[in-house]
């Protein structure tokens, strides 16, 4: 099947030793774009963001778009914040640049990655502003309120072995004994 074509620019620029390629990407999209062109932007975006390091700008053309809230109106931004949540990507910009919309974003996979934006005022007689930023290539920890679990050091056959002495039969009838005692109170 052909890909259909997307207005995007992939750049990946190499590491030294000791640090990891990043992958730049520069996105257009055209208010009325289709959804398959949409859904191949989604492919070209889901595919570059298992990168280790990625930063992707552009115009997306989601006026409708809360990003503090994550919430959208229509269908087609619904779409777009859910490709964003499913490759786990952070919006850096943090102030509304067109007109109150967020139009203009700056993404990327990697806290710390993006710093240092400035908003430079519009070029010419466009109706965008410049978007300034630095690609931190040693990437800064940031302490994150987000807590990722990491189960691939788990021991499965010891959760198993635990979760098969449990009598589960007398676990149940205790449970559905405290509902009806609690509605009856």
Request: glycine fraction near 8%.
């Amino acid at each position: 099947m052909d890909e259909e074509p997307t207005e995007s620019l992939w750049v990946r620029i190499k590491g030294r030793a000791g640090t990891g390629d990043i992958i730049v990407g520069v996105c257009y999209r055209p208010s009325n774009q289709e959804d398959r062109v949409d859904e191949a932007l989604y492919r070209q975006i889901g595919a570059a963001s298992c990168s280790q390091a990625l930063v992707l700008m552009g115009d997306f053309n989601h006026p409708d778009i809360c990003y503090t809230d994550n919430t959208a109106g229509h269908k087609q931004s619904r779409r777009f914040l859910e490709c964003v949540d499913d490759n786990f990507l952070l919006q850096v910009i943090e102030e509304p640049l067109r007109r109150g919309a967020m139009l203009d974003l700056v993404l990327t996979n990697k806290e710390g990655l993006v710093g240092n934006v400035k908003l430079k005022g519009s070029h010419g007689c466009s109706d965008h502003e410049m978007v300034e930023f630095e690609i931190l290539r040693a990437v800064r920890r940031v302490h994150s309120k987000l807590t990722a679990l990491d189960f691939r050091g788990a021991d499965f056959a010891l959760f198993r072995d635990l979760l098969g002495r449990v009598p589960w039969e007398v676990e149940v009838f205790k449970a559905r004994l405290d509902g009806a005692l609690s509605n009856l109170v």
